[in-house]
């Protein structure tokens, strides 16, 4: 199989006392499509912030493409960053600029590329993502699920080895659910892109994944309590990844809280405080 | 964040500013200078029209007070002296900064703490774009070019207005009152009043961007460093205007 691409080992990650992330340990090998599932506030943007290297772990280790960059200087980071895309949760398109400006600009940044050049890989890559002719908007005038769909198009722009995503589908409607899901199919498997996706989409989750990871919620928050290819996650035995993959709202992530628990929380502060009642 | 850290960042920014500006065009990273003239419109040409008005109103106070107390000891012909000195070496770079903070850096924080707030500074950087070098750098020479710039167009304007009051108050004619103004000011009055605005527009700008790009907390956060960053440049543009003051004083 040889070197795998991000290898993440034992990652902490405190927020003063809250810990987020719990020794996350998993490794992703090229070619893959790695899914990152679990609820709401579970820790899964926190990960992918952590493998682009916009965070710093407390403790642990992650590789991407065999360099640990927990500790490595700016200008490596910015050169390692170049080989790959990151689509952000809501597109994060700079405002002053138009859609095509912000397709163009890795282009223009990082690359010595000719005007005409770049005009040409913008309309292709707004295309893939079925937005040709809105290269002149603003991302003000344009609606959520097309931003998303524009910051999909600026990842790709550079051809990236490595693809991170974090919830590119959550909020769009079906049909495009649908093309964004065969976009990263065709890149994965047909350029040989490696993919890391984020996101609680069941249905394109099992489409396009290779392999899953599930975050674990409330006592296991912040650390990995399945792993494996989506036929494995899909029969896994433990009844939070079932409740998850299903989605019943009640299991062993509560719906609610026991009379005792609701009461103690409710009237907790008193409580301390040592008013009977 | 503490005073101390503060002080860290600010220098930390500066060092930054100086390595793409002097360094960075060297190592094939070379200033975007379409984006420099940019937002020299935008924070220079944009503010003429506030600066000019401001210039116009100290002019015509200075005059105008200047006539009234100096008429006292019959020596309403100073007043042009007045005028000029206050106005090239303490009044105009002064005000003129201050009408730039009001309107130009709280648009910078404002501007780049929106940035921010959207993760478009944090999706930059993944794209191997430095912030310092995409957003502020333009913002800084725009800044150091257009403040100066300003500074000597509000003194002419200021001179102006002291002239309105001469001519039809004081019934002096204009080559009395330009050749009063050549007279009294020296040369190095107009050369300090630039030096100071130079000081103050690395001020302004410095604290402005170091301001914005350090906003945490949505909307609110936004809202608290463009206060934070006005009073700041304010504080340390009086506080530098004191120590220049001085300086040209003693010198």
Redesign the interface.
Known sequence: MGEPLIEIRDLVRKFGERTVLNGVTFRVEKGETMIIMGGSGCGKSTLLRHI?G?MKPTSGSIKIFGREITDMPQPEL??L??RFG?N?Q?G?????LTVGENVA??LI??SRVDPAIVDLVVKMKLELVGLTGFEHLKPAEISGGMRKRVGLA?AVALDPELLFSDEPTSGLDPIMTAVIDQLTLDLTRKLDMTAVVVTHDMVSAFRIGTRMIVLGAGRRAGTIIAQGTPDEIRNHPDPEVQQFINGEPDGPVPLKLSPEDYIDRLLGHEREKGVHY | MSVAGHLGCFFELNARIFYWLFIGPFKGKPVNMTAVFHQMVRIGVQAFPMTALTALSIGLTIAMVGAQELSRMGASSYVPDLVAITILSELGPLLVGVVVIGRSGSAVTA?LG??KV???I?????????PVR?LVLPRFLAMMVMLPVLTVFGDYIGMAGGWTICHFALDMNTAAYVQRMLFASHPMDLYSGIVKSVVFAWLIITISCQAGLNVTGGAEGVGQATTSSVVTSILAMLIANAILTALFFFL
Do not use: C
């Open positions: 682009i916009s910015e050169r960053r170049l990151m952000f809501f994060a398109l700079l405002q002053s600009l890795p940044e990082n600026r | 501007e929106t940035m959207g993760e478009e944090e999706a930059l950087e993944v794209m191997a774009i430095n995409f």
